[in-house]
Structure formats: C-alpha cells, structure tokens
C-alpha cells in the first residue's frame, strides 16, 4: 500500500462533465416550459368570480388578452379551457400537453392541468 491518492480518472471525470452539459440541456428546454404553466396558475388564480361566471366567449376574451400581456404567444385559451357550468358553479380546468425535441428522435412530454372552482 503505497498511501499514494490519485484522485478521479478521466473516465470518470468525462462521465461527471457528460451528465453535467445533460442536467443543463434538460433544464434549459423544459425550465421555460414551467415557467409558462406557472404564469398560468397564476392568471387562473386572479381571475375573479364574474370574469368566470360571465360566460366561456368573455372568459376567452379575458384569458388571451392576459395571455398577452404576459407574453404567453405559443398556446391558444381555445385549446386549453375547458369551461364547466353546473348548478350555479362554474369549473374552469386548463389542461394542456408539450412535447419537446431533446436530441435526435428523444422527446420529452410534459403534461400540465391546473383546476380553479368558482
């Protein structure tokens, strides 16, 4: 035993950099996704009870000129609302699916849905 410590090979330095350049792709094509249906729960969550009430054509309305505003141009709220009235109660459910290239025929599928009572 010679007490001699030599630390990482490079075979398992170039495994560690492999995995650190992948984490940082990953992250950068989902992360703005998240983003994105983070700003949407939160437009879903300031929406009021009469914007809601107000039918499925003004809450329409409502949501693209939010979606707007906050810079949302790749969905469309006439594919992502689903508008449900029952009783007096209006359910309003935005579900919505992305599929993002990774590399060469890999992709990614990320599946959102956020539910708002009123």
């Known amino acids: 035993m ?17 995995l650190i350049v ?30 809601a009430k107000s039918g499925r054509p003004l809450l329409l309305q409502t949501l693209r000129k939010r979606f ?11 594919k992502l609302v689903h508008y449900k009235r029952e009783r007096g109660a209006v359910t309003v459910t935005v579900a ?7 590399a060469a025929n890999a992709y990614v599928v990320l599946d959102f849905s956020e539910t708002r009572a009123f």
């Open 2 to 18: 010679s007490g001699k410590h030599r630390g990482m090979s490079t075979l398992g330095m170039i495994f560690v950099l492999v």
């Open 22 to 51: 992948l984490a940082i792709t990953l992250g950068l094509k989902i992360g703005p996704h998240y983003m994105t249906h983070d700003t949407i729960k939160t437009l879903l969550q300031e929406l009021t009870a009469e914007e």
């Open 68 to 78: 707007k505003v906050n810079a949302i141009y790749d969905l469309d709220p006439e």
């Open 96 to 102: 919505y699916e992305i599929r993002e290239h990774l």
